[in-house]
């Protein structure tokens, strides 16, 4: 499994600590059907908040579960990190 490597700008705060480094894998279908099934494919925002909430490996040391409200908690800066990740982690399907 190939993943994609980043590094937020703001962090993500899970209990006390902020993570910063990122890993996520490419989508399956599984994961964008569990995601239109929750939100729905007609608020794009949350569509994508939900997708890459399944497909992060982990952040720094956590490595999950991750949930759409913790992911929504991220900067508006960080969502588009980890949005632009996943476009690129569907990108090494098609090769």
């Not at 569990?34 to 494919?41: F, L, M, P, S, T």
């Not at 399944?54 to 956590?62: G, P, T």
């Not at 508006?76 to 990740?85: C, P, S, V, Y």
Request: avoid cysteine; proline fraction near 3%; hydrophobic fraction near 40%.
């Amino acid at each position: 499994m190939q993943t994609i490597k980043g590094k937020l700008k703001k962090g993500l705060k899970i209990g006390d600590k902020l993570h910063f480094n990122f890993e996520l894998r490419e989508p399956s279908n599984a994961d964008v059907f569990d995601a239109e099934d929750e939100h729905g494919i007609e608020t794009p925002l949350k569509f994508n908040t939900a997708v890459v909430a399944r497909i992060l490996v982990r952040i720094d040391d956590y490595t999950g579960p991750f949930t759409f409200s913790m992911i929504r908690g991220l900067s508006r800066f960080d969502l588009k990190t980890l949005t632009d990740a996943m476009r690129e982690a569907e990108k090494l399907g098609e090769a």
